[in-house]
C-alpha cells in the first residue's frame, strides 16, 4: 500500500504500531483489503490493532490482513465482519482474517479457527469430522455445514469478555 493511499484510510496512519507494539510497514498491506477493514473500525466505534499485512502471510495471501478489535465484544465484531463482502476467518482469541480475494467458487471464503487445546472441548459438544485441517497451531474449520452456526456460537461464547483475548495469528 502506498503512502497516498493511507491517507484516504480515516482510522490508520503512518507511525501506527501493531498489535505487537511494533510501527506498522504499510507497504505490505493491501488497499482494498485496508478499507473494509477502516469500514469495520467505523462501524464499530472501537479501537482497532492490525496483527500482520498481506507480506507477512507468503506469497498468493498478499491481499490478505489480520487484525483485531481488543475493546469490542466479539459478537459485535462477528456481526460487522458477516456483513461484509470479503473472505474472512475469525479466530479464538479475538483476531480476525480479511481478505478481498475469493475462493476458487467465486464467492468469499469463510472459516473458524480454534486452538488445537479446543478440541477436547469442541468434541464433547459433539463436533466431530468438521475439522478441515490444522496449520500454523490452528484448527480450522470450514463455513457452510450444518453445524457452522452452533460452532459459531462456541467461539463467540470462547471470546466473550475482550480482556481475556490473546491473539497468536
Known sequence: MKTYHLALLEFFAQGEKDYAGAYVDWEGYDFQTMQELDRLRKELDSPCRVIRGGAAHGEGKETAVDAIFPEAPFEQVVMALFRSGLSKGLYE???????HQ?????????????????????????FFGLKSSSADGWDYYTWGH??????????VKLN?????RSVEV
Open 146 to 155: 450444518d453445524w457452522s452456526w452452533d460452532l459459531l456460537k462456541e467461539l
Open 93 to 99: 482469541g479475538g483476531s480476525i482474517h480479511l481478505d
Open 160 to 164: 466473550k469478555r475482550p480482556q481475556e
Open 102 to 126: 475469493m475462493g476458487p467458487s467465486g464467492l468469499a471464503r469463510c472459516w473458524l479457527a480454534f486452538k488445537p487445546e479446543s478440541q477436547q472441548h469442541l468434541a464433547g459438544l459433539g
